[in-house]
């Protein structure tokens, strides 16, 4: 895992191909996934590029960290794991006296 690089703030118009052609400079590219959003399968501004060592990928952060691809100043780090869980759940913050938890005011009903 530790071979697997975040590559942040990328222009909307960077390619897989872009990056593989950049990040060849620092190594072997063993993979480049491109984050789209699903519904419209735009960019989403962000990647991962996978080296085939950990020698190069910290050559990669060391090269590419704040340089410049399509005008924009890229933010190249290691990839953290994904978080377990996804974006929370239950009901977003959305109550109402059906959905449990200690009744409002008296009688447990609101009053409006």
Known sequence: MENKLYVGNLSYDATEEDLRSLFAQAGTVASVTLIKDRDTGRSKGFAFVEMETQAQAQKAIS????????????????????????????????????????PRGRGGRSRY
């Open 63 to 102: 090269m590419f960290n704040g340089t410049q691809l399509h005008d924009r100043t890229l933010t190249v780090n290691l990839a953290r794991p994904r978080e377990e869980g996804g974006r929370g759940g239950g009901f977003g913050g959305r109550r109402n006296d059906r959905e449990g938890g200690p």
